[in-house]
Nanobody, 117 residues
Framework: QVPLVESGGGVVQPGGSLRLSCDASGFALDSYHIGWFRQAPGKEREVVSCISESGTKSYYSDSVKGRFTISRDNAVNTAYLQMDSPKPEDTAVYYC??????????WGPGTQVTVSS
């Protein structure tokens, strides 16, 4: 059983919308910080957005601020990344990660997002 699994990736046109999901199984997500990361070909993995355990605090990288929205629903053990007005430079493999101080991080296997007309 994979602890974290991303879904919702695919091909989207510039200016469109896409929502990524991060489903947790085998542990309760509500105690964990959640982060979305991405890695484009030939580039290092970078943080896209993070959200606190309760969902009241969030962070966005400058490159996605105003276009992406992170959220979570602890009742269904899932986090989301809403991608609005994506650009070709947003093309990457997107990963979610869960962190709790003192515990090993959980990482998902990733989902490919391609922004292309």
């Amino acid at each position: 059983q994979v602890p974290l699994v991303e879904s919702g990736g695919g091909v989207v046109q510039p200016g469109g919308s896409l929502r990524l999901s991060c489903d947790a199984s085998g542990f309760a997500l509500d105690s964990y910080h959640i982060g979305w990361f991405r890695q484009a070909p030939g580039k290092e993995r970078e943080v896209v957005s993070c959200i606190s355990e309760s969902g009241t605090k969030s962070y966005y990288s400058d490159s996605v601020k105003g276009r992406f929205t992170i959220s979570r629903d602890n009742a269904v053990n899932t986090a989301y990344l809403q991608m609005d007005s994506p650009k070709p430079e947003d093309t990457a493999v997107y990963y979610c990660a869960a962190r709790l101080v003192g515990k090993p991080d959980y990482w998902g296997p990733g989902t490919q997002v391609t922004v292309s007309s």
